[in-house]
């Protein structure tokens, strides 16, 4: 015994997502993949502005490797999450299906 409008919405969304998966398999692939790309484009933007304008403020005479806590990516890190953010992101936006 529940509240009989509750219960008849979850019904009608039980029916919806039953008759409609597709689609939302399709709404949820086109909202992850801008929202990838823009997550990967803001990363490498935030870390050039970092390294450029506010580390040299913050730490003028360098040495931020010397902090403790601090992380150090190498450069074939980078490389692998540069080689990964230009091809392979564009790459599974090219594979999702189109309506």
């Avoid at 219960?7 to 008759?19: C, Q």
């Avoid at 390294?51 to 601090?70: D, E, K």
């Amino acid at each position: 015994m529940g509240n009989p409008q509750k219960d008849n919405f979850h019904n009608l969304i039980f029916v919806l997502t039953r008759e409609h998966f597709s689609d939302c398999i399709q709404i949820v692939k086109r909202s992850l993949l801008p929202g990838l790309i823009t997550v990967t484009v803001g990363f490498f933007v935030l870390e050039f502005v970092l390294q450029r304008r506010v580390v040299p403020h913050v730490f003028p005479t360098g040495g931020l490797h010397v902090i403790p806590g601090s992380w150090r990516i190498r450069i074939p890190t980078r490389l692998v999450a540069l080689l990964f953010a230009c091809n392979l992101v564009p790459f599974i936006a090219t594979l999702s299906p189109g309506r």
